[in-house]
């Protein structure tokens, strides 16, 4: 195909021409008008003839123009705005080219990742994150410049791409990239007086079997890599390997399956009731979601829900919980049986606070149920302090009428600042707490005070995984308001829960 550049010099000659011709048709239509009425026929033939090549120049000239700009186009689209390197359609181009070039060779592709970085943009502003994705370009370049058959490029959002020929052996090349990580991180960390940290995964592949390769797998497949490290506070690196590929396929079943489950109603959402120490009774309850397998035993959400957060389909899953809950209470409600508050969680806050807490209000006003019985659970890796999009979700809950409680407190790197500047109403202490608490007497002090301290901070304090009347005593002690655990009941379905909302109302 001919190049952008040959294009253009070829529009260039063609529009030379048309404007020749335009100016030789003038004249001869001039001339035409002054010539003798027995050469007129033959002038005027001439004109048309002259007229008819000019469109037809016209029209090629038009189609090579838009050839031109297509091309051009085609260029700019390979390209990244941002950080100036190749964009992934770039990639896949280039890459593509490369592994056939270098048929029977190894390569490493590798997709780099900034950990949270939706936060560090709401933290610093698009700018300063556009500033970092330039830096994090930048840097990659400088660091890759001197190796031969290297290619690298910006994918979607903060996902980075690089490829490069290995030439000897595999764990080196993995030493090397990991090394070459580390200082493509710190110095960006020193060029945007920022902390970030670089979550990375790997794969080898090539056509040593003579089969091509089949890149967007490839890429996929890095991805997953990087995605079984994006949780860890210590592994920054990993590598694709046989293991990795047997749960990789179990996922994929996962996600080619969930919204047939759905439709057959093979998920189900079963509610753990709540206690209130005091006094013994229900004080509400929360919905928990299990898959009903083919052989009827129970998969839980730990399985699928990670799956679901990865492709973008939980919030799917949301919905379906939120709607059957409702549901539940309405049919209650018609009953005539007692209702309870409902607590629902909110699996990832990546929702627009507005339009979740307006399909929040859709469901309430179709199935008329008040919302003091409707409680969203945000989970405490979510609620880091300092995060306005967080805060401004619950303002917006609590403005329209729902109580809002942070789930797992004490399981991630919480600080007891969150309980001051998180607006919620009721702390969930994680159950390890509470089994820490049962050998070990700095753990009862810890958890004594914590509970004191929320009750103190006007907050509803509640306790997981209470499975014994040790336990149960205890938290008495503390003042503790609520308990959630085996002790009283497991997550129970809607016909058991029923009875026990009656028996313990």
Aim: net charge negative; hydrophobic share 40%.
């Amino acid at each position: 195909m001919c190049s952008s550049g040959c294009v253009k010099r070829s529009c260039a000659l063609i529009f030379s021409a048309v404007i020749l011709n335009l100016f030789g048709t003038v004249q001869l239509f001039a001339d035409g008008i002054r010539a003798p009425r027995g050469v007129g026929a033959g002038r005027t033939w001439i004109i048309v003839s002259t007229v008819l090549f000019v469109l037809v120049f016209c029209a090629v000239y038009s189609v090579l123009y838009s050839i031109y700009y297509s091309l051009r186009a085609h260029r700019k689209g390979a390209v990244d705005d941002v950080t100036g390197i190749l964009s992934l359609s770039g990639f896949e181009d280039q890459a593509n080219k490369l592994l056939k070039a270098r048929k029977g060779s190894r390569f490493l592709l590798t997709e780099v990742n900034v950990r949270d970085f939706a936060f560090a943009n709401r933290l610093y502003g698009h700018d300063k994150g556009d500033s970092i994705l330039k830096s994090i370009g930048q840097n990659l370049l400088v660091h890759t410049r001197e190796l031969q058959d290297v290619i690298l490029a910006r994918g979607y959002a903060d996902n980075f791409y690089v490829i490069q020929k290995v030439s000897g052996e595999e764990n080196s090349a993995l030493d090397e990239m990991e090394y070459l990580l580390r200082n493509v991180q710190e110095r960006v960390c020193n060029e945007e007086d920022v902390h970030i940290v670089l979550k990375s995964g790997s794969i080898f592949c090539g056509s040593l079997d003579g089969k091509s390769v089949d890149l967007k797998d490839m890429i996929s497949k890095a991805g997953y890599a990087r995605h079984s490290t994006q949780d860890s506070a210590v592994e920054n690196f990993s590598v694709y390997d046989e293991g990795m590929q047997i749960q990789h396929e179990n996922e994929e079943r996962i996600e080619n399956s969930i919204e047939d489950a759905i439709h057959r109603n093979d998920l189900v959402v079963l509610y753990q009731p709540k206690i209130n120490l005091q006094t013994g009774k229900i004080a509400g309850a929360e919905a928990l979601i299990r898959w009903k397998s083919e052989n009827g035993s129970m998969i839980p959400p730990n399985l699928f829900i990670p799956v679901l957060e990865r492709n973008g389909m939980v919030g799917v899953l949301d919905q379906y919980v939120y709607r059957n809950v409702f549901k539940f209470l309405s049919r209650l409600q018609k009953e005539g049986l007692p209702l309870v508050k409902i607590s629902m969680n909110i699996s990832r806050l990546n929702h627009n606070a507005l339009d979740f807490v307006s399909d929040l209000d859709a469901l309430q006003i179709q199935y008329q149920i008040d919302k003091k019985y409707i409680e969203l659970e945000i989970e405490e890796r979510f609620a880091g302090a300092g995060d306005d999009y967080i805060r401004d979700l619950i303002h917006r809950l609590h403005a329209s009428g729902y109580q809002v409680s942070m789930d797992d407190f004490g399981s991630g790197q919480s600080s007891l600042n969150m309980l001051s500047e998180m607006p919620v109403d009721i702390v969930k202490f994680d159950q390890r707490f509470l089994h820490q608490a049962e050998f070990s007497k700095d753990s009862r002090i810890v958890l004594d005070y914590m509970i004191r301290m929320v009750n103190e901070l006007g907050k509803v304090s509640l306790c997981e995984g209470v499975e014994t009347q040790a336990h149960v005593d205890f938290l008495k002690r503390c003042s503790c308001n609520l308990a959630q655990g085996f002790y009283y009941s497991k997550p129970i379905d809607e016909a058991a829960f029923k009875k026990f909302l009656v028996e313990h109302s």
